[in-house]
């Protein structure tokens, strides 16, 4: 049984554009792999409400996703262990 999800990353803007769109297609290679993208929403670049790592901007990407409950673990994982990835949420959407 699969769920809708979605994800907020907030990636760190030291990285080029080049390097930015290789970690997302990073994530969403590792989402599609495991389920099914439905959508993947760049917002770009946003100021911050505080500074993490002495950035003050960040940016943000949502994917919406449809996937088995348990690859969220992993997916929560890979996030944490990768370099430049400032904050991220996954959320399970309802209706």
Same mark, same amino acid.
């Given at each position: 049984m699969s769920n809708s999800y979605e994800t907020?990353?907030?990636l760190s803007t030291t990285l080029?554009?080049?390097a930015?769109?290789?970690l997302i297609e990073k994530f969403t290679s590792l989402i599609a792999a495991n389920g099914v993208v439905e959508s993947v929403d760049e917002w770009g670049r946003r100021k911050l409400a505080y500074e993490i790592n002495d950035e003050s901007e960040g940016y943000y990407v949502l994917v919406n996703f449809k996937s088995e409950p348990d690859f969220v673990k992993e997916?929560? *994982?890979v996030y944490q262990i990768t370099d430049h990835v400032?904050?991220?949420i996954?959320? *399970?959407r309802t209706a």
């Open positions: 907020i990353m907030v080029d554009e080049e930015t769109k290789a997916l929560t *994982r400032l904050r991220t996954v959320v *399970r």
